[in-house]
């Protein structure tokens, strides 16, 4: 249509040209013929006129060149407009379109996108760039906020964790709940446990200790086997295990709006120094990020260090206790062991006349308690120092886990299974008789008793056995002389006339007191007792041939001079008018017992004095920690104002300085320098050096190549020449002396920058 509205105009032009040019031609012929009056106007005399003034083809040929002429200018004069309009309204359009990119820019939307046809639109792409640089600098800024709030969150979770920590040490279970509790609302999680190892080898369990959700503590008694579950592959592993697609069956939690399941799942191993005192537990509906799985391990390590430091504090306390027992248990043993003389006697004294004398041989042997605990499978736990002693073992170490079968002769084992069985159901318990098997082969006889230890609901928990030595009444009761010959094999057996010389003698005298055979014929019973003891000793001897019998613990001097400790009884024996003929001793070595409780009387001793220092160490050290803390706050405002007096020096420095990181981003850039680049700050902070230099200058110099590359290979400490870009786009030549500087692990470059001036003469 404007093609033809275009024709149109010219053609109407061309017209009028037309029209315009032959009234220009008639008049032009009307002046001739006026200016020639002689000639009267016809169409000879026109012709005539023509070819006397050929200037008359000329004009008469204008009308229909200059018709033709204007129609053809008129046309291309239209074009042109045309064309000048759809450029105007071209660049209104971009112009809109530029605003409209720029509105958007303004007001951080950076999703917005400029389309142009024109390739070399230099516009179009300084506002792509600016874009691209807006919204980089704005990621870049947003980014450097999270890490800061990160470090800031954990920063003041780690010192609220260490004074939670360090306030409740003295207490597992509230250290244990005040731990899970403050942890879960920390990371805002909805649901915590805190697990404690129990148990030693393939017995040891996960104990939940302390439980806490939706605000609340909790009261969970749950028990999870050694390497079941999600708990325990954590700590075989000894890794953190997150999981973020919970099954829909592993956990759920109701509150008072409803019931939901956990989304994410974090398990952390409580580790100290290479040994694993535990788990946590945490449950979030939420997604948990790094950062917080990594605060969560940060938190189980320091709690771990507690958890190894509470465990070496009970176990000191654990000690004291055993030996305050051990102490008492030694002081009430000869009590215990005269109530089963006096008990052993009367036994005897019920018994047939005619064994009397084997039945007051057997008052002098030495009775005590024998304990150990097992569990219904079979496995000992517990046993005391008697059952090491009597079974012949040396430590716990030996026995502890081991099945009770191993303590019983192969003869009988199918008895004693069945037994077990019976006991282990629930079942009546068993007293008797029983014979156990030593290390080293030996039947041990004992009276004993296997009785089940219930827990609250009555199930069956453990068996305890308990038993007396009867090994040597049950071998009499089996063959009595079996039993003299055992007795004198194991006992010390003396038999004095009624002035004190010796009769007769088994070899455990012999053995005991380190006498010869030659030497005996003139000994007697006041040479064998220690100097110390021989006053009492007399008083009770008279006593003694009078009929008393005499039974206990003293002291006696060996052949050597060595001390001994014996503990037996006197028994007179009386002829067949039933007077006093000769005196019976038997008894056993109990030297070792009195050194073990003297030495036990000793460690208790030196216990009370480790104890007292230990306590004094502590109070000393914790004066140390808190001159150390305060000295550490001394010093950290002393670097603080180093630090901030640096940086006003730097900053009012003439010589431009910009400092920049190991990976070439800029930390600091002072005033000097900003007069000198025209940047201001907020242009160049965190943004690469290489902005500040042209990449031709980079490529083709050494230092400026190093400099702008990340790493530590810059060449540093040599003042070079350089041309350097300013804002303007202008390069302009300066001095530039590049510094490293380390602290600690964060390594930075310093570079002073002078201008270079040239007076021209």
């Not at 470090?151 to 004074?163: C, D, L, P, V």
């Not at 009430?332 to 008990?343: I, K, P």
């Not at 024998?370 to 002693?389: P, S």
Request: glycine residues 4%; aromatic residues 10%; proline residues 1%.
């Amino acid at each position: 249509m404007k093609i033809l509205h275009i024709r149109d105009n010219a053609f109407q032009a061309a017209v009028y040209s037309f029209l315009i040019t032959i009234i220009v031609f008639f008049i032009a012929l009307f002046s001739l013929y006026i200016s020639d009056v002689s000639d009267t106007i016809s169409l000879v005399s026109i012709f005539k006129t023509f070819i006397s003034k050929p200037i008359l083809w000329i004009v008469a040929s204008l009308i229909i060149f200059v018709p033709v002429v204007i129609f053809f200018i008129y046309q291309k004069h239209e074009q042109l407009l045309e064309q000048k309009q759809h450029i105007i309204d071209r660049e209104n359009a971009k112009s809109l379109t530029i605003n409209d990119f720029i509105y958007k820019l303004i007001h951080d939307d950076f999703s917005a996108e400029y389309s142009s046809d024109d390739k070399n639109d230099k516009i179009g792409k300084s506002l792509t760039e600016l874009r691209d640089t807006l919204k980089q600098n704005k990621e870049v800024a947003e980014k450097r906020r999270n890490e800061d709030e990160i470090r800031n969150w954990t920063a003041e979770g780690m010192a609220k964790f260490g004074e939670i920590l360090r306030s409740d040490n003295n207490n597992l279970e509230r250290l244990a709940y005040n731990v899970v509790k403050n942890l879960t609302d920390y990371i805002g999680a909805i649901q915590g446990g805190f697990y404690l190892i129990e148990g030693i080898n393939e017995n040891r369990t996960f104990t939940l200790t302390a439980f806490y959700a939706f605000g609340r503590k909790k009261f969970s008694d749950q028990r999870i086997k050694w390497g079941k579950g999600i708990i325990g592959t954590s700590a075989i592993e000894r890794k953190v295990i997150y999981i973020n697609d919970v099954p829909e069956s592993y956990i759920s939690v109701t509150s008072g709006l409803g019931k939901s399941n956990p989304r994410c799942l974090l398990v952390s191993p409580l580790i100290a120094n290479e040994e694993l005192f535990g788990v946590i537990e945490i449950a979030s509906l939420q997604p948990m990020e790094k950062y917080q799985i990594d605060f969560v391990e940060r938190v189980s390590e320091s709690t771990a260090s507690i958890l190894s430091t509470v465990k070496m504090n009970m176990q000191t306390s654990r000690l004291l206790e055993e030996s305050k027992s051990q102490a008492q248990a030694l002081s009430s043993q000869d009590e215990e062991m005269r109530q089963n003389m006096e008990e052993l006697q009367a036994t005897q004294e019920e018994a047939a006349r005619q064994a009397e004398r084997f039945l007051r041989l057997e008052t002098t042997v030495n009775h005590t308690m024998i304990r150990a605990e097992y569990t219904i499978d079979g496995q000992l736990i517990y046993a005391n120092t008697k059952f090491l002693h009597k079974l012949e073992y040396t430590s716990n170490s030996e026995v502890e886990g081991k099945h009770i079968l191993m303590f019983i002769s192969k003869k009988d084992e199918d008895w004693f299974k069945r037994l077990w069985t019976d006991l282990s159901s629930g079942g009546r318990h068993f007293e008797g008789y029983m014979k156990h098997v030593t290390k080293n082969g030996k039947d041990l006889w004992t009276m004993a008793t296997y009785t089940c230890i219930r827990d609250e609901e009555g199930k069956v928990e453990r068996i305890l056995f308990l038993g007396l030595d009867t090994t040597e009444q049950k071998k009499l009761s089996l063959h009595l002389e079996g039993l003299v010959d055992a007795v004198n094999r194991s006992s010390i057996k003396i038999i004095f006339d009624i002035n004190g010389n010796i009769k007769e003698y088994n070899e455990s005298f012999l053995y005991v007191f380190k006498y010869a055979e030659k030497d005996i014929l003139k000994l007697t019973v006041s040479e064998l007792i220690d100097t110390l003891e021989l006053e009492l000793f007399n008083k009770k001897w008279e006593n003694i041939v009078r009929g008393m019998n005499f039974q206990g613990q003293f002291k006696v001097k060996t052949k050597t001079g060595e001390d001994k400790w014996i503990r037996g009884a006197f028994s007179a024996i009386y002829n067949m008018y039933g007077e006093v003929d000769s005196v019976v001793y038997i008894g056993i070595d109990t030297t070792n017992e009195k050194l073990m409780e003297i030495e036990s009387k000793r460690q208790n001793e030196i216990l009370k004095k480790q104890e007292k220092l230990l306590r004094e160490s502590e109070k000393e050290l914790s004066n140390k920690l808190k001159e150390v803390k305060n000295e550490m706050k001394e010093e950290y405002k002393e670097i603080e104002h180093i630090k901030l007096r640096n940086e006003k020096t730097l900053e009012g420095a003439l010589d431009a300085i910009v400092t920049t990181s190991l990976d070439n981003k800029i930390l600091f850039y002072n005033n000097a320098a900003v007069n000198l680049l025209g940047y201001a700050k907020d242009e160049v902070i965190h943004r690469d050096i290489s902005m500040l230099f042209d990449k031709k200058s980079i490529e083709q110099d050494e230092f400026l190549s190093k400099y702008t590359s990340p790493g530590d290979k810059k060449i540093t400490g040599e003042r070079k020449e350089i041309r350097i870009k300013k804002k303007t786009g202008e390069e302009i030549p300066v001095l530039i002396l590049l510094i490293k500087a380390q602290v600690d692990k964060e390594i930075t470059y310093t570079a002073f920058i002078q201008t270079i001036k040239v007076k021209l003469f």
